[in-house]
């Protein structure tokens, strides 16, 4: 990592699908604040996933992992398509992002949920419910049932046995409730910790240190809630809550529970961060094979990511904000790609909807206006 704090490095993997779509679309954007802003990037792009399963013959090669190592943050597309489905499971493209969670000790995931005005008729539930709307759940990211030992499937007496463990230990909770408590602070003060201890003895002690961390955290309140009763609550009283704090499996559906509130998976980012504040950034959209090579794509999810690494890796807040309010202003003038299209609205492609962002951008700095929109 560079140690000029106003020059940094940045790793871009594209990835399958729509991720070598958004990711070229983010970099204008990215590369535009910069300037703007006064800092300097430096790119360099690898391979990962299902591209680097035919590249190379691995998800992940570890000429992309030393570049990842080396990197002040990592931006990401997409992994994955039908085409890699039949691999075993440990040659397929997730493992490609697993093993750079794993590698680079991403243990928080940052997931905001926000609804923009201009969008709350795209979702699912009624105006009022998700009018307003601005959540973030904090998912544990390098431990629990997807890195547990032991794992696999065995046979026994012609009868097959699928086994997962779910693991974490006191410093793995420890470490990720004093995130979300942090983050909390910075907000409204809320935290509810997900959990499902009336089950599963790993959860109860995942309570008991939560528990005990709040003791360091007195201006911030704490609630519990199982995480069968927290998915149902998202859906019935979304903005109950201000930020989440769970396991890296409830976190993983839970979220994509949230996303949907907003109206569209494409609009949702995210960060993925380690102790130093080194970040993995990406959308939380798969890589959409269905609409894959079209121009159809919705970029601002993976542009709302380049705003949380301009906040976050880059502490380069002016940056995020004038990405925040670009994307705002876009959605304000009615452009839409295909999947927040309503009637009414101008349906545009990927590089249309890019377009508007960097003329907001530049506008928005020229005028030195806008509205602080709190997305990361």
């Known amino acids: 990592m560079n140690s000029n704090s106003n020059e940094y490095n940045i790793l871009l993997l594209p990835g399958d699908g729509i991720g070598v779509e958004v990711v070229p679309e983010a970099v204008r954007v990215m590369q535009s604040v910069a300037e703007l802003c006064n800092f300097t990037l430096k790119y360099d792009e690898a ?56 590698e680079l000790k991403l243990f928080a995931n940052l997931r905001p949920a926000l ?16 009018s307003g709307l601005d959540l973030l759940i904090i998912r544990e990211l390098t ?16 009868i097959r046995r699928g086994v997962n463990s779910y693991v974490y230990n006191e410093h793995e909770i ?6 979300a408590f942090d983050m909390a602070r910075k907000r409204n003060g809320r935290l509810c910790s997900v959990d499902k201890a009336n089950v599963l003895e790993v959860t109860q002690l995942w309570r008991d240190v939560v528990i005990e961390v709040h003791a360091e955290y007195s201006d911030v309140s704490l609630s519990h809630m199982y995480v069968d009763n927290a998915g149902m609550q998202l859906v019935r009283e979304p903005k109950q809550f201000d930020v989440i ?7 993983d559906i839970l979220s994509d529970v949230a996303a949907m509130l907003t109206g569209s998976l494409g609009m ?11 970040g993995m950034y990406e959308p939380v959209h798969g890589s959409a094979p269905d609409i894959a090579g079209q121009g159809l794509a919705n970029p601002l999810a993976t542009i709302l990511s380049v705003a949380m ?51 907001n951008v530049l506008e928005i700095h020229g005028n030195g206006s806008g509205v602080r929109t709190n997305v990361s």
Do not use: H
Not at 85 to 92: D, I, T
Not at 144 to 155: D, H, T, W
Not at 343 to 358: A, K, N, W
């Open 47 to 102: 391979l990962v996933g299902g591209c680097a399963i035919d590249a190379t013959g691995e998800p992940l090669p570890p000429e992309t992992l030393e570049l990842a190592r080396k990197s002040d943050a990592v931006l990401l597309g997409a992994v994955g398509g039908p085409q890699w489905e039949s691999l075993p499971m440990a040659q397929r493209p997730e493992k490609g992002l697993l093993g750079l969670r794993s």
């Open 115 to 130: 609804t923009f005005p201009a969008l709350a008729q795209s979702s699912s539930l009624k105006l009022e419910l998700v």
């Open 143 to 158: 431990g629990g049932i997807y890195f547990g030992e032991p794992r696999g499937v065995e046979e026994n007496n012609g």
């Open 174 to 179: 420890r470490r990720i409730a004093r995130v």
């Open 245 to 251: 704090v769970t396991g890296n499996m409830f976190g």
């Open 268 to 278: 949702l980012p995210s960060a993925s961060l380690n102790e130093n504040n080194q």
């Open 309 to 359: 690494m301009c906040r976050y890796s880059l502490e380069q807040p002016q940056a995020a904000d004038l990405i925040e309010q670009a994307v705002q202003a876009t959605l304000d003038e009615g452009l839409r790609t295909s999947d927040i299209f309503t009637e009414g609205s101008i349906q545009v492609g990927t590089r249309d909807m890019t377009d508007s962002v960097l003329k």
